[in-house]
């Protein structure tokens, strides 16, 4: 039982660049969020999805694009990247059923340059 | 809109001294709340939450928290600290209507021998 697995764990990307970070679940989670955590800020929500096919914005959506295409897996994606995107992301899901419990993968460490 | 806020930036306690984290929230209804931990490059681990019923909630590795609603708290508590509770650690609140799942800045502790 994989859990919560993010891909890449790390990833360094010139100014402008795109990527796109994937999230995937096994535990069969209605709920899927992307932070960012950055130092002295904690985490910060993106976007998250309630449901395959839905997304929301979060806190701080600028700059990112999300998709849920099937109930597993939770893109998250970088047009055009900026050094101020340069975090530690963090995908996490949640169920309903379990008070939303949210559990998270290990992270990604993106630097833009 | 739901938000977390976690007053201390940082505490140093010393080994077998107890401990107190604070968390103030802001939700318009009854709110899920949370409390992770995170050790150095890790990711998140759930210590307790609560949903409803008792006030007082247990949660592993000998913590304990108390949600207050008159005072919109949720402290979390440790008797007695041991140097492998250093860490850092976030109180989060969940939306009970859109499943929002929001954090705190964090609350680092430092345990000095």
């Known amino acids: 039982n994989a859990g919560v697995t993010q891909t890449p764990k790390f990833r360094v990307l010139k100014t402008g660049q795109s990527m796109t970070l994937l999230c995937a679940q096994d535990m069969n989670h209605e709920y899927m969020y992307w932070y960012r955590q950055d130092p002295g800020m904690g985490l910060r929500l993106i976007h998250y999805?309630?449901?395959?096919?839905?997304?929301a914005k979060g806190e701080v959506p600028d700059g990112y694009n999300v998709s849920r295409l099937k109930k597993q897996n939770f893109l998250l994606g970088l047009e055009s990247a900026a050094p101020s995107q340069t975090s530690v992301y963090f995908c996490?899901?949640?169920?309903?059923?379990?008070?939303?419990?949210?559990?998270f993968g290990q992270g990604t460490r993106l630097t833009v340059v | 809109a739901q938000s977390v806020t976690q007053p201390d930036i940082h505490i140093t306690v010393s080994e077998g001294a107890s401990l107190e984290l604070r968390c103030n929230y802001s939700y318009g209804a009854t709110p899920y709340l949370f409390w992770y931990v995170q050790s150095p490059g890790q990711g998140l681990q759930l210590l307790l939450k609560?949903?409803?019923?008792?006030?007082l909630v247990q949660g592993i590795k000998g913590f304990e928290a108390e949600f207050k609603r008159s005072q919109s708290s949720f402290n979390l508590r440790k008797p007695s600290v041991h140097w492998s509770d250093a860490a850092e650690y976030f109180c989060a609140v969940g939306a009970s209507t859109d499943y929002k799942l929001s954090f705190g800045a964090g609350t680092t502790v430092t345990v000095r021998a």
């Open positions: 996490a899901s949640s169920d309903r059923d379990r008070g939303i419990v949210a559990f």
């Open positions: 609560y949903f409803s019923g008792d006030t």
């Open positions: 999805s309630v449901g395959e096919g839905t997304t």
